[in-house]
């Protein structure tokens, strides 16, 4: 019998031969911790280059697989994992108690095309979008579904918190069609191939690291299996096992990075529209944020502050003087955030043109022309941010918006997305080694602008950068923070935001938020309340609205609405504190700061399809009101001790109440035992504001044990952090005193450190 299993070992690696499955590639499943193992394959045809766009730092195989062969079948285990490999190459995967997290599973008919070709014909003659691109695949991996296995994860696409019984698509798209929670088109404009399985008895992750388009299926196709596709490169993903949630999500940030420290102002609330078009406009906004006493820190510049669209440049009629606009609005306390989109005008005598022409910086069409397309500045050309040389470019064209005193960019259109639709396959971008195809590309062409940014805005400025992305990849965390995209005004979309927001959390992006009252189409009061009060805890804290809609600043609304903005955007700020220990509990950690519950009540059945509340950190629950005209909602508060944020009320959890919310309520409850640290009324994250902090305490109902809270302090603006220039306060509260607040520093290293510090009991 001809052997057509053969196996080479090392002791980190198991590669496999098996020319009947796998004709052109072998497999390799690598040990990579205990608890990572990446499973690839390397074609044997293609010049193969491993690498990867979202895992910068080599990773070091210190883990050593045990090997055991039992007849055809191989057993490789690492210190909590046991993987036993099959001939037909089928993997099944147990912890090291013996139990089966997950399995391979044998695929039966799932693969016929649900549609004949003269099906989809005559539905496309109708006018039904038919979606067939999933017919021609590289490789396919379908598991087993274990019980009640529930998947959370794969970034800001649309529906609900657990993706069971959905099917996505990876491919960054910029669909201007209001998202729906279960459209034809199963893609939005983040690539985050990253999903948590989880289910009574364990807990795992996959990290599907190819960046060509790609089809998840979470027993929609079949209840019985979850699969991913992909389309073209090598079959390479990562199985992350973990002993909770938190745990996964750890692994999976030890792989692709964590969120550095922001600058404490960009959690701060930022007014934005497309788009305030004059100086004097952006003045009289920010007045009227001190005329109504609401805080806010930053004002958002969108795309018509350049001249004629193209980017790094300004409107002499408009905004013929941004350095001094930044000056003046400095005295307010606000700083400015521009918009730059990814496409350069193509127009001679233009510097971007003329330097990306010389110097071939463009992407250009399979026969070496520089591929053109339209977006906002008409005739436009796209940068290959692949290569290092185009990145440090752009990098350096940031100082044009730094030296005027701009504190951030928001990256937008960068799917990339084009006035006529997807840009062609084959537009080749330019490598640091080779040139890539756009089908391998697209999906982290918004990563590679986000890390580029990050760059231009860490030389030039020297501040910790500040970036807002559209498109991302995994990995995109440790560049750029990041908004869903083009929502709507419109009550289904608040209440996505919630999903979103948490999914987003647990696929290794902390900072993220929504537009605020909702881009497109009219806010309505009641929903304009209602989003800030569902959104008061988002780390990225921005109202914007589109061109065509009603103006969305709170004071173009009626009193009530401003005065529930006003209360709303000033519990964010009193809570900043807190958010920015979350930040630095997240650059250690990778964990999120908005959080499903299930990912604290891992054990609690009631929470795997929570969609309508979240907690921040551990500490803090939100219930908001996202039904227009709801004045109550059920509210589950998982066991323990919970107080009434708004009345004091001490609540026994394990349960759901009915919970009263009237227009200006948000339903918010503190689990007993929370300290945390807050701000007094202010007006910015200014330098003057944060110098004072009050300890919240929030006993459980009998005061037995002893509570403590550790408190990070630093400048909140550049890297003197990473030299130790920080504060780690522990503050404790004993039943002994029970009043007493006792404050230690268990790091030292700030000299600028609070005037005062008190506290509250709650
Ligand atoms: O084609 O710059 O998502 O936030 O205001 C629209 C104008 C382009 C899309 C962004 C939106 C922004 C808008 N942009």
């Known amino acids: ?406 504190r951030g960019i928001w990256n937008d259109m960068n799917e990339p997305a084009s006035f006529n639709g997807p840009l062609p396959d084959d537009v080749v971008f330019s490598g640091d080694n080779r040139n890539y195809f756009h089908e391998e590309v697209h999906n982290v062409y918004g990563h590679l602008m986000a890390k580029a940014t990050y760059k231009g805005l860490k030389q030039n400025d020297g501040k910790r950068p500040f970036v807002i992305t559209r498109a991302c990849y995994s990995g995109s965390q440790k560049y750029t923070t990041a908004w869903t995209g083009d929502n709507q005004s419109i009550w289904s979309h608040l209440k996505l935001a919630i999903p979103q927001l948490l999914n987003l959390g647990m696929s290794g992006m902390p900072f993220v938020g929504t537009d605020i009252g909702g881009f497109g189409s009219n806010a309505t009061p009641e929903l304009l309340s209602r989003w800030i009060e569902a959104c008061c805890f988002s780390p990225l804290f921005r109202n914007h609205s589109a061109k065509m809609t009603r103006r969305q600043e709170p004071w173009t609304f009626d009193r009530q609405t401003i005065s529930i903005y006003r209360k709303y955007v000033k519990l964010h700020y009193k809570f900043i504190p807190y958010i920015y220990d979350l930040c630095y509990e997240e650059s250690l950690t990778g964990l999120p700061i908005l959080r499903p519950l299930i990912m604290e009540y891992e054990d609690d059945i009631n929470v795997i399809n929570c969609n309508d509340e979240y907690l921040v950190g551990n500490s803090i629950l939100v219930a908001p009101i996202t039904e227009q005209g709801a004045v109550v909602r059920s509210v589950y508060l998982p066991v323990g001790t919970w107080i009434d944020y708004h009345t004091g009320h001490r609540i026994k959890g394990g349960r759901y109440i009915l919970c009263e919310a009237p227009i200006d309520i948000c339903p918010i409850f503190i689990r007993g035992g929370s300290i945390l640290p807050t701000y007094p009324d202010i007006n910015n994250l200014d330098k003057k504001s944060t110098k004072k902090l009050i300890i919240e305490f929030y006993p459980e109902e009998q005061f037995d044990n002893s509570c403590y809270y550790l408190h990070y302090q630093d400048n909140g603006i550049d890297f003197a952090y990473k030299n130790g220039e920080y504060n780690l306060y522990k503050f404790s509260f004993s039943p002994k005193r029970p009043n007493g607040l006792k404050i230690s520093m268990v790091k030292n290293g700030y000299p600028a450190t609070y005037n005062s510090i008190t506290a509250v009991i709650k």
């Not at 009947?20 to 072998?26: M, T």
């Open 1 to 406: 019998m001809k052997k057509i299993f053969t196996k080479h070992n090392t002791s980190s690696t198991v590669t496999i031969n098996n020319r009947k499955i796998l004709p052109d590639a072998v497999l390799k499943i690598d040990a990579i911790t205990d608890d990572i193992i990446r499973i690839h394959t390397i074609s044997k045809k293609n010049d193969y280059e491993d690498y990867s766009f979202a895992i910068e730092q080599p990773l070091e195989n210190n883990t050593v697989f045990s090997i055991k062969e039992n007849g055809s079948i191989i057993t490789a285990s690492t210190g909590s994992l046991t993987i036993r490999i099959k001939q037909s190459l089928q993997l099944d995967i147990y912890s090291a108690d013996g139990t089966l997290i997950c399995s391979d599973y044998q695929a039966y008919d799932e693969d016929k095309p649900t549609l004949s070709k003269a099906e989809a014909d005559q539905l496309a003659k109708e006018g039904h979008t038919v979606d067939t691109s999933v017919s021609s695949f590289k490789y396919k991996i379908t598991k087993k579904i274990i019980d009640d296995e529930a998947f959370y994860g794969l970034g800001d696409k649309t529906g609900f918190l657990n993706k069971r019984g959905y099917d996505y698509i990876m491919w960054n798209s910029d669909n201007p069609e209001p998202h729906v929670e279960n459209p034809i088109f199963r893609a939005l404009y983040k690539s985050i191939p990253f999903f948590i399985v989880h289910r009574s008895d364990c807990v795992y992750g996959i990290f599907v690291d190819n960046t060509y388009k790609s089809f998840f299926d979470f027993g929609c196709s079949n209840p019985e299996s979850y699969s991913f596709t992909i389309t073209n490169g090598e079959l390479n993903y990562y199985f992350i096992y973990g002993r909770s949630i938190k745990e996964v999500i750890n692994n999976y940030t030890f792989l692709t990075g964590r969120s550095p420290l922001p600058q404490i102002w960009t959690l701060g609330y930022h007014q934005s529209r497309w788009s305030y078009s004059s100086e004097a406009e952006v003045m009289e906004i920010a007045q009227n944020f001190e005329k109504y006493n609401i805080p806010c820190d930053a004002i958002h510049l969108d795309i018509d502050y350049m001249d004629n669209f193209k980017v790094f440049t300004n409107n002499n009629n408009t905004f013929p003087d941004l350095k001094g606009l930044s000056k003046k609005l400095k005295k307010l306390g606000i700083k400015l955030v521009t918009i730059i989109d990814p496409g350069v005008k193509a127009e001679d005598g233009y510097h971007m043109y003329d330097e990306g022409i010389n110097n071939k910086y463009f992407a250009k069409t399979t026969d070496n022309m520089v591929y053109h397309n339209t977006v906002w500045p008409g005739d436009a050309v796209f940068p290959s941010f692949t290569s290092a040389k185009v990145r440090s470019w752009w990098a350096g064209k940031t100082d044009f918006l730094v030296k005027y005193g701009i």
